[in-house]
């Protein structure tokens, strides 16, 4: 066995350590067998050193590469930087699978697909459903991934189009899904998608939801289904880093944060909780010395830092037009009111003119509005886990 071959089993096994092969869709465990992930990865790869991200190649460093390509269950393997961020990854294996799973696909479905990336994901689907249309806006990967699925003998029809308007040449769908986060699910993608079809889509970075679509068409509704970090659409404005929302101007505002802010870090169920109740605030969080601390901003010209003393204790620094400690405070405070409701007690409704979030009952639970976009909400989780596209 050489070491890729050992690679493989080891995240396979990985796999089914955690319980992450589904059983009600054993055709994927077989699908992922026969279609490997790294003829569907291209020969340069990119590694985050704690720094920077850097080139990993095939021809000079094959071990290294290898390693990227069959890494753990939650790890995506970079494939394209812009800006000095990623752009497109081959995607963490068990993302792929959870979402392939709540897509509850069938044979002779047809399906589109939003962004074909490196085509792994396309042809993974291609395996199970009567037909599969894949479209992705950057045209130099739609030949890479047209010819890789060529070459694994997979069926796929690669459009080269903005995902945002969907392909309705092929409409309508049995099933879509998308590699790729959105703020606002495009109607189009319900539009396209038949009555009592399935949507599976990342939503806001942070997590992936499945909608059914309604008998009438007119809506599309459903839960969440897991939590993960995705990479935004092309062009998604990523707003000012914290640096420059706060800029040289001192706090205009200094208070005792009495609790512990190691939720901020720890807790996914109130960090998605926080996404839905206060969505356009971003948090990031580092340890110290001193102890945990905890950068808010809203992309544009709030801020507010939790800083660690020392003794234990935590003092919110705050600047802008609002006072984002207080409203991520209040937010947790119904979080905790509410009996700390877990990330699968979310869901969302779309329907042509609106969006909303909605925890526990789409009609009498209490709701958000789903259509102000974080500019990049948990950028820093990018580099942790599950950047999806492809």
Known sequence: MTGQEELRAALDAAMDQRGAWPGRSPWIRT??????????????????????YVPIDRGTAFEAWAAEVYGSPDTAAVTEISGGAPSSSLSAQGIVVDMLDRLLLEPGHR????????????????????SVVSV?????????????????????????ADGADGWSAGAPYDRVIATYAVDRIPWAWVEQTRPGGRIVIPWGRLGHVAL??????????????????????????????????????????????TRDPAPLRDDWHLRFALRVTVPDVQITTAE??????AWLHDGSASW????????????????GPRRLADEVERAWDWWLAEGRPELYDFGLTVTPDRQYAWC???????????????????????????????
């Open 360 to 390: 526990r009952d789409p009609e009498t639970g209490p709701r958000w509005s789903a259509t102000s976009r974080p500019h990049a909400a948990e950028q820093a989780a990018d580099r942790i886990s599950g950047t999806a596209k492809g």
């Open 288 to 293: 110290d010395e001193d102890g945990l601390n």
């Open 212 to 257: 059914t679509v309604a008998d009438d068409g007119r809506s599309a509704s459903g839960w969440v289904q897991g939590l993960a970090t995705f990479m935004p659409a092309r062009g998604t404005d990523l707003g000012r880093p914290f640096e420059r929302v706060r800029g040289a101007a001192p706090g205009e505002d200094e208070r005792p944060f």
């Open 304 to 319: 507010a830092m939790l800083a660690a003393i020392g003794d234990g204790t935590t003092v919110a620094h705050q600047g």
């Open 111 to 130: 399906v589109l697909e939003l962004g074909t990336g490196t085509g792994w994901n396309a042809a993974l689907l291609a395996r199970r459903a009567g």
């Open 136 to 160: 992705e806006a950057d045209s130099e990967l739609a030949a890479a991934a047209a010819e890789r699925l060529k070459r694994a003998g997979a069926d796929v029809d690669v459009r080269v």
């Open 31 to 52: 699908a992922v067998a026969e279609v490997p992930r790294h003829a569907f990865a291209p020969d340069r790869l990119w590694r985050w050193n704690g720094r920077a």
